[in-house]
Each structure stands twice: as C-alpha cells, then as structure tokens.
C-alpha cells in the first residue's frame, strides 16, 4: 500500500503550509493567525455578487482544509510525511486516532523497511570494466629509425595489443546475505584467458561482515578465499582476508592483513601486511577535504618497493572539475602522472591522465565512467621518455575535449533540456490551466472587495505598504539568450492581500502555493519582482522562488519623480 501511495504523491503539488504562507516549524498560534486572517480576506459573506461569492467560497473552503489538517498533530504529521494522499487512505493503521506523532513516523519506518527489503530483492546492481589497451608507440618511436628501410616512409602502425572485460552482479538473498557473480576475460598480444568469481557476504551485525569466494579460471586455476571486515572502535577497522590459488604448479597460499584509523575527521591512517607471492608491508595517508584530496603512501616488499605521492584539487563547480598529479618512485624506477576529471553529463564522468617515467615512456590513459560502467583506454605513446609525446599527450585531449563539448555535448544539452521542459509542460497542461483559474478566482473577489487602489489614476487609498506591481517568473536579463523571453504573471493583488500592518512576509519555499499564484514556465527558475512604495518612497526587490522575503527593507529606491 505503501508503495503504490508514494507514486501518488508525485501527482500531489498543493502545499498547505504555502496556502496558509506560514513555516513548516509554525507554532499553532503562527497557523490560526494566518488562518483568522485569510477567512477574513475570503470569507463568502463579504461578497453580494453570486459568481464572486462562489469563487471566494472555494479560496474560503481551502483555507480551512488546510488549516484543519494542520492545526491537528496526528493529521499534520501523516501530511508532513505522505502528502494529501495519506490523508485519503482509509483503514490504514497509520491514521488511528489515539497514536501520537512519533508513532506515526515509527508506522512509517517500518513500511519504509518493509518497502526496502522489497525494492532489495530486485535489485541486482551491475559493475562492469572494459578496457582496451592500444599500441601507438609507432606514431614516435618510429622516427628513430633508419628510413631507408621503410620504402615512402610508410604509415605509423597503430594496433590494439590488449583487451580486459569485468562484470558482476549482485543476487540480494535476505536483508544480510548477498550473493556476487563476477568474471572476466583479458588478451595480451593474442593470447589470454578468463575467470569466473562467486562471492557470499553475510552482514553478522552493524560492526562486520563476512565473505566466502570460490572462483575458477583457465590459468590460475582453482581458487578459495575468505574475508572478514570488523569495526574495532569507532575510529578504527580491521580487514583480515586469506586463500588459496591451485595452480599447475602447486598450492599457492596468501594472506593479508589491513588495519585503518581516523586520525581527525578529514585523515586516514592505513597498515596493510600481504603475505604470498608478492610480500610487502604498505603504510598509507590519506587526507580528503572538501578541495583537497591528498595520499602518501609508502610500501616495502620482496619483489616491488616504492614511494608514492598524490594530490588532487577539487573546483567548486557544478561539473565538478578535479586536477590531479602523482610522484612514485621505486625499484622499477619512476612515474609522473598528471591529469584531470570533469562531470560531463549527469550521470558520466571523463578523464585524462599522462603518465610518463622511466623506463616505461609515455602513455595516455582516458577514463570514462558512465553510471555503473566503466571505459579504459591506455594508449601507449612511445618507451621512451619524448617531449614530443608528452606535448602530444597533454595537449591533443584537451583540444578534443573543447571540440567535442562545444560542437556535441553543449548542443545535444539543450536539446534534451528543451525536450524534457516540453514534455513536462504538456504533462502539467491541464494542472496549470486549473492552477491558472484559481489563481484567477483568488484574485477577483479580493481585488473587487479590497478597493486598493485604482490603478488607471494611481490613486493610493491605503497609507503604509503599497505594492504598486508585482511579477512572479522568469525574467530576461542582459545575460539571457535571443530566442529566450520573459515568462511571467501579475501578482500585485495577491500580494497586497497579503500586506499586514504595512509588512509583507512570504517564507522561505516555492511561491507557487500562495493564494493567487500559479506557475507560468514550467521546469524554469523562477524569481518574485517587486515595485513598492512605503512612506512615500518607492523601493525595488528581487528575491528568488524559494528564498524568504520581507519588506519593507532597505533595496534599490526609485526616484519617485520616475
């Protein structure tokens, strides 16, 4: 019940706690002053003519809907969590009478859980790799030959010379076990092989779990693993795992053994102890800010000793810009690697790295993460250390980055924005022509009651705030696009009807809800502009959709002559 409620509320957009223009934290004395104060403002007795006096009728019987359902506790809390629906359901335990507040959002959580572990057992949570490595050393290396032997010089010999592909599954089996299929296949220079994973995770309580792995592959053989997580302290965990690879060449036994601690609220500290065919004691610090994510590693083994030093910087973007850069030294000689990451849509993420050291040469890697999938692209540039190739690698992706973003990504945006908003305004047609008749009903027994002012002459009747106009939309400003126009309503009466003791206040939330409103650019910001006199001076204001409003207050002032 409680699922196919949810799809309802989507369909669900009046907001009492808007009607009414009060706080969703209002003080029962904040909800009957705001409700005593519109069934003045609407009250159907105030009115002779029949069609006015309906109108103001249906603003009257709104506001006293919403009122009684937030000034009762039980009501206000079941309307705080489902909406207006969840005041329609009938028979449902969460509505008994006699529950306080807290019961009820107790009632929630549990079907909230009880949901959870429905969606859970349809879940399956796909992860996949594919990786393919290509070979252009020829592109670099090949000017350092002797070109008599090529007859024309020949054409640079470019070949994919690996491929890697990784999937796995998750198969939810309870509320604590998991099951996780996984396998992979890989070819290096024609020749390769495969893998196939099955993992079984229990959750024993909310301080560990556990883990069995059985896989089988076409090389290494048979292989049989456990791993065990387990929180210590509330700062400090321990993961302890071991197995055994069955091999052509016997048994061949691991282990390790990692322990990590929160050194402050922005640094881990890790330990890591592996023993088997590749041995090494590893000592890391990681340091991750909100712009910063810093990693000093240190690693001591049998076969592959190194240190190794990374930073990274995050842009406070909306496309979420990161530059990165890594030193690694050791046995196997040294690695410089620099690069950046950029959110290019939202759910896809690119990146370029140039690695370069010796003696492994140049290579350009490219990422590109698209939800839960993810493609590699090492290109290897040359073997030795160019500055052709590293001018070539830093420079030829950024290019084509720009390109591409400018000529495809950008263009292709707009289009399905505009696409979407289309759809979303020919799916609410018929809710905003209905809103738009409300609102137009608010506004017409009050502006024909009230007598403000009479606007053909400006002649103020009222001392005090007066709003002499009021545009509720969007706007076009300097910035804006050519084809793009001004998208808004008149909302001076509406808001004047609002004005207490020469005060406007409006809370902070969409002023969509408010009596006379409605919302004419779907899908579009939206911003409240403002035309005010007050003692005899006129102000200005713009403030935005959601963001509270209060005046008077000291803004723009207008000479009064203009």
């Given amino acids: 019940m409680a699922a196919s409620l949810d799809d309802d509320l989507e369909l669900d957009n009046q907001d009492y706690y808007s009607l009414l ?4 934290e209002a003080t029962q004395d904040e909800l009957k002053a705001s409700y005593r104060r519109l069934c003045m403002l609407y009250h159907p007795d105030k009115h002779r003519d029949p069609e006015l006096k309906q109108q103001a009728e249906q603003l009257f019987n709104q506001v006293h809907q919403a009122y009684e359902v937030l000034s009762d506790p039980q009501s206000r809390a079941i309307y705080d969590i489902f909406g207006k629906k969840g005041l329609e359901v009938e028979g449902w335990e969460v509505v008994e009478r006699k529950r306080t507040p807290a019961e009820i959002r107790e009632e929630y959580e549990r079907l909230q859980r009880d949901r959870d572990e429905r969606r859970l057992q349809q879940r399956t949570n796909p992860k996949g790799t594919i990786s393919v490595g290509v070979d252009a050393t ?9 070109f008599e032997e090529m007859p024309g010089g020949g054409l640079p010999h470019v070949e994919i010379n690996k491929m890697h592909i990784s999937q796995s599954i998750e198969a939810p089996l309870t509320n604590k076990d998991t099951a996780v299929l996984s396998g992979s296949l890989s070819t290096h220079n024609g020749t390769g092989g495969g893998n196939i994973n099955v993992v079984v995770r229990r959750v024993t309580s909310a301080k560990g779990w556990g883990e069995v792995e059985v896989g089988a592959g076409d090389i290494l053989g048979p292989l049989f693993g456990v791993k065990v997580f387990r929180n210590l302290t509330a700062r400090c965990f321990l993961t302890a795992q071991c197995g055994v690879q069955f091999s052509p060449r016997g048994m061949r036994p691991s282990c390790s053994l990692m322990t990590a601690r929160h050194l402050d609220h922005n640094t881990m500290g890790y330990l890591q102890w592996r023993w088997g065919p590749n041995s090494a004691m590893t000592t890391s610090l990681v340091r991750d800010t909100k712009t910063t994510h810093c990693t000093l590693a240190l690693q001591l083994g049998v ?7 990374s930073y990274q910087y995050k842009f406070q973007d909306e496309d979420q810009t990161k530059v ?17 990451e950029r959110k290019i849509s939202r759910h896809s993420v690119l990146s370029a790295t140039v690695s ?22 090492p290109i290897h540039l040359t073997d030795q250390l160019l500055p052709s190739a590293v001018f070539y690698a830093t420079v030829g992706p950024l290019l084509l980055y720009v390109a591409v973003h400018r000529l495809i990504v950008i263009p292709y945006t707009r289009a399905q924005k505009r696409e979407d908003l289309e759809l979303q305004r020919i799916s609410s047609a018929t809710d905003i022509a209905k809103k738009k008749q409300e609102a137009e009903s608010a506004v017409s027994p009050v502006n024909r009651g009230m007598r403000l002012y009479n ?8 001392p005090g705030l007066i709003i002499l106009n009021a545009w509720y939309g969007k706007f076009v400003t300097d910035t804006s696009q050519k084809q793009e126009r001004a998208q808004v309503i008149d909302v001076t009466v509406p808001l004047q009807c609002m004005v207490k003791d020469s005060k406007l206040c409006l809370t902070e939330a969409s002023k969509v809800g408010l009596p006379g409103f409605y919302d004419p650019c779907v899908g579009e910001e939206k911003s409240l502009k403002l035309l005010y006199q007050f003692r005899g001076v006129l102000h200005q204001v713009l403030s935005a959709d959601c963001e509270a409003l209060r005046i008077p207050k ?3 002032r207008i000479d009064a002559e203009s």
């Avoid at 993460?369 to 692209?377: E, K, N, P, V």
């Fill in 21 to 24: 223009n009060v706080r969703k």
């Fill in 138 to 146: 020829d592109l670099f290396d090949r000017y350092d030959e002797d």
């Fill in 303 to 309: 076969l592959n000793s190194y240190l190794m030093m």
């Fill in 324 to 340: 990165k850069g890594s030193l690694k030294t050791g046995w196997f000689g040294t690695v410089v690697e620099y690069g950046a």
């Fill in 356 to 377: 370069m050291g010796i003696p492994q040469g140049v290579t350009l890697k490219i990422r590109l993460s698209r939800a839960s999938q993810t493609y590699l692209f």
């Fill in 455 to 462: 606007p053909h002459h400006r002649v103020f009747l009222l």
């Fill in 554 to 556: 000291q803004s723009h």
